[in-house]
């Protein structure tokens, strides 16, 4: 059995609410009004106005016939008025649902650019701006996801594309085998594993399933090996990495390999984007939180490019070798796994003058 739908339920209930209405106003009246009318009468007589026994019955059959006819043509006329009052309020109502079950047909059809139009009841349109912030962000993940498939096939082309061309070149022997060369291969198969190995973790990171143990954690030695294994891997001409952390700094509730893998791609960033001057790391408290700060004196990052930072396959340099420029997916690892130790992380930059990094965590 198919069940009515909303608009005839609201059309039906505001014909309930009056029939009641009237009804108990017809019976209550039906009962009391002649008795009422009766004593009307015998307080005239009981003031010697006039005498009206002999009439009495008569008076009060033609009272009830009366009142029946007055509720007679009230319920016509009533119950048509309220009759086309429920159906224009259904209506009314019914109109921008109607309205919203066409837009989410289409937003399943794959048109994500409809939105529902205001309108003049509040709740409605409260619900409105709710669906339509739904459907914003439908439209910013079908976005964020074509991007995602554009930048991942042309991220894994390029190696691809090297190791081909080796490998028909030396299937052809256009090209002699030479160690050289074999490490060149080696190089590009490392890149897509790096690159796999980044998208699985990234898959993880926002999809939730990376776990997460937070415990006090001392990070005076975490800071002090990073940048000690750091300095020793770059060249003589390189920049310097200094760390300035006080000797009282507080533990912090974080996990301890999620925090040193944050600070591994911050100072990695820092390092693959500063060629001379030096990155400092420093650490402080603020009341309840710990604050790190990875400071390069590198490239810097354009003022209209800091928000787009910490997004997947991202470079401040769209001309910068990808080899040079990393695969675009670390900072927003990081930014993740800092949010899922309950911090937070930001940038500042200035074109040529360098970039900061900071983010923080609880103490414990």
């Not at 017809?26 to 007589?45: G, H, N």
């Not at 001409?237 to 200094?242: E, H, L, V």
Request: glycine share 6%; aromatic share 8%.
């Amino acid at each position: 059995m198919t069940k009515p739908s909303l608009k005839t339920r609201l059309l039906f209930s505001h014909l309930l609410v009056m029939v009641v209405g009237l009804g108990s106003f017809i019976l209550i009246a039906k009962f009391s009004s002649p008795r009422m009318f009766v004593l009307r009468l015998e307080q005239l007589e009981k003031r010697g106005l006039f005498t009206v026994r002999s009439a009495r019955t008569y008076l009060v059959k033609g009272f009830e016939k009366a009142w029946d006819n007055s509720a007679i043509w009230s319920v016509i006329f009533g119950g048509s008025a309220a009759g086309l009052l429920s159906y224009w309020l259904s209506f009314r109502i019914m109109k921008p649902l109607n309205k919203m079950k066409e837009i989410t047909e289409k937003l399943a059809e794959g048109n994500l650019q409809e939105r529902m139009p205001e309108t003049d009841i509040p709740e409605l349109n409260q619900l409105g701006t709710s669906f339509n912030y739904m459907a914003s962000s439908l439209e910013n993940v079908e976005k964020r996801r074509r991007e995602l498939v554009g930048d991942m096939t042309h991220e894994l082309r390029t190696p691809l594309t090297v190791v081909r061309g080796y490998l028909e070149e030396l299937a052809n022997n256009s090209i002699a085998p030479s160690p050289e060369l074999y490490l060149r291969l080696i190089k590009e198969t490392k890149r897509l594993e790096r690159l796999i190995q980044d998208l699985q973790e990234l898959s993880q990171v926002e999809a939730g399933y990376l776990s997460i143990s937070l415990k006090p954690l001392n990070l005076i030695p975490i800071l002090t090996t990073l940048v000690d294994k750091f300095s020793d891997q770059i060249l003589d001409d390189g920049p310097t990495i200094n760390l300035e952390c006080p000797d009282d700094l507080p533990p912090v509730l974080a996990d301890s390999d999620r925090t040193e893998q944050i600070l591994v791609n911050l100072l990695g960033n820092a390092i693959r984007y500063t060629e001379k001057g030096s990155i400092n790391v420093k650490a402080w408290r603020d009341r309840h939180r710990v604050f790190i700060a990875v400071i390069d004196s590198g490239i810097g990052i354009k003022s209209e490019d800091i928000p787009y930072v910490f997004e997947r396959f991202w470079r401040a340099d769209k001309s910068r070798s990808r080899y040079s420029g990393g695969t675009g997916i670390g900072l927003a690892i990081t930014r993740r796994l800092v949010e899922l130790q309950g911090g937070k992380i930001e940038v500042t930059s200035e074109l040529g003058k360098g970039s900061t990094f900071t983010f923080y965590l609880s103490v414990a």
